[in-house]
């Protein structure tokens, strides 16, 4: 099993409707998890950090994380063009006794004007 | 506040020749790294700093070394280039390392080996 893994798609979605992307981890101890937004050419950027379980709002970005199901989910509301990117999921993963942070391999996202 | 710079940002290299890859930050970061990332992957650890003069393997670090003299810079070194070197470099810097702390990123340094 991955340590990190995501649906690579392409995940298409209508403007203005939501963008559901999900991420599963392998470690059961991971505390950070986090989803970065990467343009076409471009480092990636972070948008979301999330350390609790349930929900975490910022502007149209909710994070969603549950520990025990080992999921973290983003969605995106009112879905803009200028969305479309890949989306990394991270998450830190301990690794002889230290942590690093281990990404997935991204989900790319379309929003259909 | 320029962040974390890379240099040079495009580099072609014939098999078997050796370069650097420029990392530096502004920000004081204790902890840098340096990634790559193959077309439509995520991105792979190859070293980590946790301070100057402290390095330590990631997951993928065949074929290259690093090292930190300063607090600012962390540059990657490929000895003898290979195909399987082409990829895009990412320099990243943080404050600590672990739960809720926030990386970030250079623009980047796309290597190709011919």
């Known amino acids: 099993q991955k340590e990190v893994e995501q649906n690579s798609g392409p995940l298409s979605v209508p403007e203005g409707a939501i963008a559901s992307l999900n991420c599963t981890y392998s470690?059961?101890?991971?505390?950070?998890f986090f989803w970065y937004r990467q343009y076409s050419g471009k480092s990636p950027e972070l948008i979301m950090s999330?350390?609790?379980?349930g929900d975490k709002e910022d502007g149209r970005f909710t994070a969603q994380l549950n520990k025990a199901s080992q999921y973290v989910s983003l969605l995106i509301r009112d879905s803009q063009p200028s969305d479309s990117a890949t989306y990394l999921c991270?998450?830190?993963?301990?690794?002889?006794?230290?942590?690093?942070?281990?990404f997935g391999t991204g989900t790319r996202l379309t929003i259909i004007p | 506040n320029a962040g974390v710079t890379q240099t040079p940002k495009f580099r072609i290299l014939k098999i078997g020749q050796s370069m650097t890859l420029q990392c530096a930050q502004d920000?004081?970061?204790?902890?840098m790294y340096w990634y790559r990332q193959d077309p439509g992957m995520g991105l792979k650890l190859i070293y980590y700093?946790?301070?100057?003069?402290?390095?330590d393997k990631g997951e993928v670090p065949n074929g290259y070394n690093v090292s930190r003299s300063t607090t600012e810079d962390f540059p990657l070194r490929l000895e003898l280039a290979a195909p399987s070197q082409t990829s895009v470099y990412f320099c990243?810097?943080?404050?600590?390392?672990?739960?809720?702390?926030?990386?970030?990123f250079g623009e980047g340094s796309w290597l190709t080996v011919v």
């Open positions: 999330i350390y609790s379980n």
């Open positions: 990243a810097s943080s404050y600590s390392q672990g739960s809720g702390n926030t990386i970030y």
């Open positions: 470690d059961r101890g991971s505390q950070s």
């Open positions: 991270a998450v830190n993963i301990k690794n002889f006794g230290n942590e690093k942070l281990t």
């Open positions: 700093s946790v301070g100057a003069g402290i390095t």
């Open positions: 920000m004081n970061h204790n902890y």
